[in-house]
């Protein structure tokens, strides 16, 4: 079955593309990351991508607004829920379908499992080894870790098992998800049970921010 991905957020705009190195973190230990203007990181930052080890960015960078729900692109297994909020709060979920990939960058192909990524997130709507559709909502946006404003840094990786199939391609075994990313949201493709609920979250969001102002 050919790789199919639908988009995470209702909207679709890209901050920073796939092996892009946009980012710079400071080396003092504070983790503080800026934009990268210019062909070099200021006096005292370096290159967030080199500085773990990667040829660049591993992912798709998509900008949200703080507590925007985030959708499950495929469907899977919950193997991973990062909760360190230094680190960003994230989600990993395998695919237990396999699915075909290719992948210029590393000029490779296979027909394996595939694991996403959803990171960043102000809080996680899953728990360990639970099933999910696509279109289910799996967290929401925000700017936890490494980050330079509240956005979605979204990950895919060809999987064997427990293992990155592409490990030492330079990008910790991802691949660009651009090139599988459907002209459909996850959101698009959920039941009409799941859109009322996202929707009355939404109303009751809509309603504590409204209470908050007129404090």
Not at 122 to 141: C, R
Request: with cysteine; proline share 3%; aromatic share 10%.
């Amino acid at each position: 079955m050919k790789l199919q991905l639908f988009r995470p957020l209702k909207q679709l705009q890209i901050s920073q593309n796939f092996t892009e190195n946009n980012a710079c973190v400071k080396l003092d230990g504070t983790g503080k990351v800026i934009p990268r203007k210019e062909a070099n990181c200021p006096i005292g930052y370096e290159s967030v991508y080199e500085h773990v080890g990667l040829k660049g960015h591993n992912g798709l960078d998509l900008p949200a607004i703080d507590w925007e729900p985030v959708f499950a692109s495929l469907e899977g297994i919950v193997t991973e829920l990062q909760t360190e909020r230094e680190r960003g709060l994230g989600i990993g979920i395998v695919s237990e379908q396999k699915y075909e990939w290719s992948d210029a960058f590393s000029n490779a192909n296979g027909d394996n499992q595939i694991k996403l990524r959803y990171w960043h997130l102000a809080g996680m709507n899953v728990k360990m080894g639970q099933k999910v559709k696509i279109g289910d909502v799996i967290g929401w946006a925000d700017n936890t870790g490494w980050s330079t404003g509240t956005h979605l840094h979204w990950e895919c990786k060809p999987i064997e098992g427990k293992i990155n199939v592409l490990q030492n391609n330079g990008m910790f075994g991802a691949i660009d998800p651009l090139v599988y990313l459907q002209d459909i949201s996850a959101f698009e493709k959920t039941d009409f049970l799941a859109k009322i609920q996202l929707q009355i979250w939404q109303l009751s969001d809509w309603i504590t921010n409204l209470l908050n102002k007129g404090r």
